[in-house]
Each structure stands twice: as structure tokens, then as C-alpha cells.
């Protein structure tokens, strides 16, 4: 089945970009959440993304190795204080409507494939942003506790993504961790040395774990961190 949205759905997705790039920099310049940034290099042994499950559909998937650049492996973690849902309940909400907790005023999550309100392995979605940002990934793993999604062809990354919660100390965790390469050589450039990519992501999954916390009725303690390992890939 081909990914394709409406003409009208793309035309009244792309008339709030002006408007969502604009209030998107005004918000990434007045964050008030403190964010905690560490990188140090890693290794393909302890880097690597997980395989692909044998069960999924594996047509399109854009694979790590089809990247280009070094490879990022990156978790965003936040621990919510005061939390009324468990991480199942919290993970059933964000997966049955992923624009709950994105900043739809610069990214949409679209279901393309799969039942809406549910989630399943095999559904696909297209994350439409603005200029040539547009990025379709298919669910490659969903627990109760966690999904997981893969790029496809296509898109600005060539990797994994996982979103998942679980009880730590008395806080409730939601992480979101991802192994993946730029896409292709000009996405390298625009992620590595323009930094203009790395910055846009880094906004979107941050705001997102910001909404999360907040849907989750509770409230974060101690910022949101980032923890990056740079793994430097043969070609």
C-alpha cells in the first residue's frame, strides 16, 4: 500500500509551517527545562542498533549501513515526579496518537498504514516537516512498555528510534533512544557540520518528552539529559 497523504492534508499541513518555524524558535530560545548534553565516542560492538525482527516487514527499511556519516547513538531521558499513569498506561496513550505529545506546530506524525488509535507492528507513518524533512518510518516492536520504529527509504535518517517508560526510584522514566546515520551524503552535512538538522531534532524530542511529562500528569525532575556516543563508520 502506498504512504501517500491527501493533497489537502499536505497543503493544510504545510500552511502552519511558517507559523510553526517561527514559534518553534521562539520556544527552543526560551526553554525553561534545563537540558543536560554529554558525548563521547563509542564503538559498532556497543553501539549497534538492534536487529531487525524476523517477523516484520523489512522492504524499504533504510538500514544503518545505508547511511551515510558517523553513527549516533543518542538517549533522551527524563525521570517525571509525581506521575498518575503507569508506563504501560503512559506508553498506550503517546503510541494511540503520536501527535498528542509531538510539536505539531513543526512536526506531524500521519498514519499511512494500521488501524488509527492503535498502534501495531507494520504500521507506518510519515513525519511531515517543513522543506525536505518528511521522514516515513514503519513500528518494528510494540510492548506495552515500549516501541519501536524504523526508518524507510526516504528518509533524512537510516536507523532506529525507540520510546519506552519503566519505574526507577519512585519516578517514572520516558526515554527516547536512537541509533541511526544521516541518510544520505547532504543530510550528513546538514546534520554533521551545518548542525542545522542535529539542532531541529534536537528540539522536536525534547519538546516531545517535555508534552509527555506532562500528559503523564506529573512533572520532571532535574531537566531532560542527553547522552550521545559517536561511533566512526568505515565506509
Given at each position: 500500500m502506498p504512504r501517500n497523504i491527501s493533497p489537502w492534508r499536505r497543503v493544510t499541513t504545510a500552511t502552519r509551517w511558517p507559523v510553526g518555524v517561527a514559534l518553534t524558535s521562539w520556544r527552543y530560545l526560551w526553554r525553561l527545562t534545563p537540558i543536560h548534553r554529554s558525548e563521547e565516542l563509542g564503538s559498532w560492538e556497543a553501539d549497534r542498533p538492534p536487529d531487525l525482527p524476523d517477523d516484520v516487514n523489512h522492504d524499504e527499511v533504510q538500514r544503518v549501513g545505508d547511511?551515510?556519516?558517523?553513527?549516533?547513538?543518542?538517549?533522551?531521558?527524563?525521570?517525571?515526579?509525581?506521575?498518575?499513569?503507569?508506563?504501560?498506561?503512559?506508553?498506550?496513550?503517546?503510541?494511540?496518537?503520536?501527535?498528542?505529545?509531538?510539536?505539531?506546530?513543526?512536526a506531524s506524525f500521519q498514519k499511512v498504514l494500521g488501524q488509527p488509535g492503535v498502534m501495531a507492528v507494520d504500521d507506518e507513518y510519515v513525519v511531515r516537516m517543513p522543506g525536505p524533512w518528511d521522514g516515513p518510518v514503519r513500528v518494528i516492536a510494540r510492548e506495552p512498555d515500549f516501541f519501536r520504529l524504523a526508518t524507510l527509504a526516504g528518509h533524512l535518517e537510516a536507523g532506529q528510534i525507540e520510546f519506552r517508560a519503566y519505574p526507577e526510584d519512585g519516578f517514572l522514566i520516558f526515554e527516547i533512544e536512537s541509533w541511526a546515520r544521516s541518510g544520505d551524503r547532504l543530510a550528513d552535512v546538514l546534520y554533521t557540520h551545518l548542525r542545522m538538522a542535529k539542532e531541529i531534532q534536537l528540539h522536536m524530542w525534547t519538546s516531545l518528552l517535555e508534552r509527555v511529562s506532562k500528559a503523564s500528569g506529573g512533572r520532571i525532575t532535574g531537566g531532560i539529559d542527553i547522552h550521545t556516543r559517536r561511533v566512526e563508520v568505515e565506509a
Open positions: 547511511g551515510a556519516g558517523s553513527l549516533f547513538h543518542r538517549r533522551y531521558r527524563v525521570r517525571i515526579r509525581d506521575a498518575r499513569q503507569t508506563p504501560p498506561e503512559l506508553v498506550s496513550y503517546v503510541s494511540a496518537d503520536l501527535d498528542r505529545v509531538a510539536p505539531t506546530e513543526m
